[in-house]
């Protein structure tokens, strides 16, 4: 019989927090993800928050990270990214938004208490994963060393599940074929947060309509 360890923790930090539930079961393990940005390209714009949830793949939570990040260039922000997320330096400051590099080591720190490198899910996948890429390029750290190679998206989960939302609202109108609450519009509770709880439900309503295998 395999060896179970299990140890469970939360670590506050400031405007931030981890919660690790680690156990060293077998079979595949995933990192929910979503990540608001200053803009659209990750050569240019930056991650202002970020949110993870791990889990199994009963979909069961094995441990939470969620960190606000004080970009470099502020200044890079554009208009429309912050109608989206609310972003503005003076609060993000003034709510101790972590450093670039301290959320790459409280990341890393975070992911290295877990014994496998978790296949990584998101919204949309590759612009989350091209920002995480991106910023742990940027500090000396390589996204494939923490994260497996493998990529999955939410919306193509989705529509190979035979939903397929009209309209340009797309998140919303899957949130409610899926019935699930939508995510906020309000800027000042769009987060990284909010997002990967949304991202969340999302995947445990495809599994309830018997969209996964386990």
Sequence with gaps: MKKITLITGLLLFSNGWAEEHVDSTSGPFFAIVDVETTGLDPNYNEIIDIGLILIDQALEEKGRFYAKVNPSFPNRIHPVAKQINGYDQFRWKKENALSEETTVNKLTDFLQNYEKKPIFIAFNSWFDASFVRKLFSNYGQQFDDWFDY?????????????????????????????????????????????????????????????????
């Design 150 to 214: 493998r990529v999955l998206d939410i919306p193509s989960m989705a529509l190979a599940c035979g939903y397929f939302p009209q309209g340009n609202d797309f998140n919303t109108h899957l949130a409610e074929l899926l019935k699930v609450e939508p995510e906020t519009n309000d800027p000042l509770l769009h987060t990284g947060e909010s997002g990967v709880n949304f991202n969340y439900a999302i995947l445990k309503s495809l599994k309830e309509k018997d969209c996964f295998l386990e």
